[in-house]
C-alpha cells in the first residue's frame, strides 16, 4: 500500500521559517514526480511546487517563487518543501502528492497518490 506521509507543519509568526517533509513507503518515487499542493479554509486546492523524477527541474506557484524551495532525497524516498519568509496567506494545509509520470505538473489530477496533509499556521 502506498503511503505518503508528510511531517513539519505547526505554528510560525510572519517573516519565520518551516521545512515539510514527505516520507514515501509502499512504492519507489525515485523515477516519480512529486508535488506539493495547499488548500486554505474555504478555498480550493492549489498547486505550490512540484519536481520532477531526476530532481533537475522544479516549478514553482508565482506566489511562492522565490520563498520556497521543493527537493528530495531519493535515497532516503523523501521529498521537501523549505518555506522561508512565511506570510499570513500561506495559512493552509499542506499536501504531498505522488505521480507515476517523471514529467512534472501543477495539475490536481495528474497525480496518483497523496498524503493526509500537515497544517501550516502563520501568524501575523
Known amino acids: 500500500q502506498v503511503q505518503l506521509v508528510e511531517t513539519g507543519g505547526g505554528l510560525v509568526q510572519t517573516g519565520g521559517s518551516l521545512r515539510l517533509s514527505c516520507a514515501a513507503s509502499?512504492?519507489?518515487?525515485?523515477?516519480?514526480?512529486m508535488g506539493w499542493f495547499r488548500q486554505a479554509s474555504g478555498k480550493e486546492r492549489e498547486f505550490v511546487a512540484a519536481i520532477s523524477g531526476s530532481g533537475r527541474f522544479t516549478y514553482y506557484a508565482e506566489s511562492v517563487k522565490g520563498r520556497f524551495t521543493i527537493s528530495r532525497d531519493i535515497a532516503k524516498n523523501t521529498v521537501y518543501l523549505q518555506m522561508n519568509s512565511l506570510k499570513p496567506e500561506d495559512t493552509a494545509v499542506y499536501y504531498c502528492?505522488?505521480?507515476?509520470?517523471?514529467?512534472?505538473?501543477?495539475?490536481?489530477?495528474?497525480?496518483?497518490?497523496w498524503g493526509q496533509g500537515t497544517q501550516v499556521t502563520v501568524s501575523s
Open positions: 509502499g512504492r519507489t518515487f525515485s523515477r516519480s514526480a
Open positions: 502528492a505522488g505521480r507515476r509520470s517523471v514529467v512534472t505538473d501543477t495539475r490536481l489530477d495528474e497525480y496518483d497518490y
